[in-house]
Each structure stands twice: as structure tokens, then as C-alpha cells.
């Protein structure tokens, strides 16, 4: 494994985006050699992620068309994280001078949305990291080498886009590296931070910087009816069922009439019948309220075209209630949502600029 480390770190100082022999020999390295080496580690790869053997997945990658700056090879479940643009996983990153490579605990960089890969915000990459940094500190404390930060030193963005994905890792330096004995002690330990990880994602209802689920059942929804190729390869996160779905919903309306009826408002729900929720009523005034209830952080929610052609006709006499962070508790049968932190906006103004177009219906004239 040293051996192979090294030898794609000597063709990483002639990289060149035209497929060489020298970089028809890193494709090789990285997609089989390297590759069939970890697969012999299968057996304890799945023991320390705490998935079954036959979820551990491995691929490496230097680019399709053009060769990527910046060549790896990926440990993952299967299940969990079947694409690089999602979810958690180990990868050894080889950096574009070729002076080093890292054993990091990465998580996707880019994302699908609405049938397009786009890179993840890099606020949005930093949540996840804080939120998985002490989910796994009790095990990665053992360790004292253990970097926060990686330098790739790569010329191209998508190399140098990886950086801030990180979560942990070890690094390797071309001349200092290890025998294969030591590595593979080190992918067995960063495999076991892998497997918190996964454990802690199955039990979150909502990992801060993710896109809210709504958000990612309407932008895969539209792509796939708009018959996008690309809508089946991303989006892989756990999606809500429709109990799930309706548990939000009733919570979110719930606290918002509390919420209402304590300020002295007549309440009525009439979403089953009207482009918006609830009814209010006190005195002579009245209030048009959308509610919307989420398990993220409130960010983005979805609107319909019709909710907001209504709610611009009901101003200033109108509300948008959201009602976030809502937990929703799995383990019982109906599935429960609990908590959520209401926040109101009224009289409520809709502008151009925060509405984010996912999909058009176009006329074409046949």
C-alpha cells in the first residue's frame, strides 16, 4: 500500500489534464490497485463502520474526459452515501504538488439541486463539521495527529474544493510514508469515526447545512418530471414518508393557532379548502396565515406558485408562519414530531429576490 500511495504522488507532479500514459497509470492505481487493496480489508472495514459486509463499498476516481487534478479513492456504505456527492465517508485525497496525501473523513462537497451538481456553500460544509466534530471527539482523542485542516496545493477548483469538506484527517508525507502496517491500523480507526457518524445521521431528524428535506423532495420532484437524467444520481438523503410528513404539518399548525389564539385571534384551519392555512379573525381585523413546518433550521421553505400569488393578493393582511426545528421521533408507531421554534412574519411582503425558480412549465407552440 506504501508503495502504491507513493507512486501516485510521483505522477501527481505530472498531472496534466490530457489522459498521458502517465496518467492512464494514476487511473489504474487509483481505480483498481488501490481499490483491491482496501477491498482486502473489507471484513474489519465493516466491523468498524457498523454496517454489513456486503455495504462496504470502495471506488476511486481521476476524472471522466479530462483527468482531475486532484485523483482519490473512497471507503463508503453502500447504502448511506452510494454517490461522492453525499453523506460521510473516508477518502484518501492526493494533493496536486504531490507532496502529500490524506486519509480525511470527508463528507460530499457538491450537491444536486433541481437536476444540477453545484458546490455546497461553504457555510454549509462548516455546520456539518461542527455538528459531526463532537458526535466522534470521545474516539478521535485518542489520536494526537489528527489535522483539522488539509492543503492539497491544487491549481483547478474542483481540487481545491475538497478542503473545506473535511471533517478529520491523517496526512502522509511522500517522504515519510508509512509501511502498509500502520495504514491500514489508520483506515480502521477512521473507519470507526465513520461508523459514528452513520449511526449519528440514521438517529438525526435534520443535520445543520443540509438542505431542508422539503427542499430536496421539491428539486428531485421537479427534475424527474421534467425527465432529468441526472435527477436519479444525486439526492440521496433519507426523505420523509408521508406520515412523517403529515406529523410536521399537524405540529407546525398546531403551535402556530396556540400561538395565535393567545393574542386574542379567532382561529380556523382551512387548508383542506383554501390556498392558505389558517383563518384569523378578531374583532373587525382578519389574517391570512401560511404555515410552513420543517425539521431544518428554517432557512428555505417551499412555496407553491399559488400560495404566493395569494398571499400578495391577501397583504398587508396576511402572515408567514414558520415553525422549525422540529424533532420527529421514528421509534413509534405513528411517528411523533415534538418541539419546533415558531417565527412570524406579518403583514407579509413576498420579493423577487428571495424566491428561487425550480421548475417551468413551457409552452411550445405544437
Known amino acids: 500500500m506504501d508503495e502504491l ?7 501527481q507532479k505530472v498531472w496534466q489534464a490530457k489522459n498521458t500514459e502517465e496518467m492512464q497509470r494514476r487511473g489504474v492505481v487509483v481505480r483498481t490497485e488501490l481499490r483491491d487493496w482496501l477491498r482486502q480489508h473489507a471484513e474489519a472495514l465493516a466491523i468498524a463502520m457498523g454496517v ?20 482519490w479513492t473512497r471507503v463508503y456504505s453502500k447504502s448511506r452515501t452510494p454517490s461522492a456527492t453525499d453523506g460521510w465517508y473516508i477518502v484518501y485525497l492526493f494533493s496536486g504538488d504531490g507532496e502529500r496525501v490524506y486519509l ?4 460530499g462537497t457538491t450537491e ?57 484527517a491523517i496526512e502522509y508525507q511522500r517522504d515519510a510514508m508509512p509501511n502498509s502496517d500502520v495504514l491500514s491500523e489508520d483506515l480502521l480507526f477512521m473507519a470507526r469515526l465513520l461508523g459514528l457518524l452513520y449511526k449519528a445521521a440514521e438517529d438525526a431528524t435534520h443535520i445543520p447545512g443540509d438542505l431542508p428535506v422539503e427542499v430536496r423532495e421539491a428539486t428531485q420532484s421537479a427534475a424527474a418530471t421534467a425527465n432529468r437524467r441526472s435527477a436519479r444520481k444525486g439526492g440521496q438523503g433519507f426523505l420523509m414518508t408521508a406520515a412523517e410528513r403529515k406529523a410536521v404539518e399537524d405540529r407546525s399548525v398546531l403551535l402556530a393557532t396556540e400561538h395565535f389564539e393567545a393574542q386574542g385571534w379567532t382561529v380556523k384551519d382551512v387548508g383542506a379548502s383554501k390556498p392558505y392555512d389558517l383563518h384569523l379573525t378578531r374583532g373587525d381585523e382578519k389574517l391570512h396565515i ?8 428554517g432557512s428555505q421553505v417551499i412555496l407553491t406558485r399559488a400560495e404566493v400569488d395569494w398571499q400578495r393578493r391577501f ?38 429576490e428571495t424566491l428561487t425558480v425550480i421548475s417551468y412549465i413551457h409552452r411550445t407552440g405544437l
Open 112 to 168: 444536486w439541486i433541481a437536476g444540477e451538481l453545484k458546490p455546497r456553500e461553504p457555510a454549509a460544509l462548516k455546520k456539518r463539521i461542527d455538528w459531526a466534530r463532537p458526535l466522534i471527539e470521545h474516539v478521535a482523542g485518542e489520536r494526537a495527529d489528527l489535522l483539522t485542516e488539509i492543503h492539497l496545493n491544487a491549481r483547478t477548483k474542483l481540487g481545491k474544493g475538497y478542503e473545506p469538506g473535511s471533517v478529520l
Open 104 to 107: 480525511s473523513l470527508m463528507q
Open 290 to 297: 401560511e404555515v410552513k413546518g420543517t425539521t431544518s433550521d
Open 52 to 71: 454489513p459486509l456486503d455495504d462496504v463499498g470502495v471506488e476511486g476516481k481521476d476524472g471522466a474526459g479530462q483527468r482531475s487534478e486532484v485523483a
Open 315 to 352: 397583504a398587508p393582511d396576511n402572515a408567514l408562519v414558520i415553525v422549525h426545528s422540529i424533532e420527529l421521533d421514528r421509534s413509534v408507531e405513528p411517528v411523533t414530531a415534538t418541539g419546533g421554534v415558531l417565527h412570524c412574519t406579518s403583514p407579509w411582503s413576498i420579493e423577487e
Open 5 to 11: 500511495l507513493n507512486e501516485v504522488l510521483g505522477l
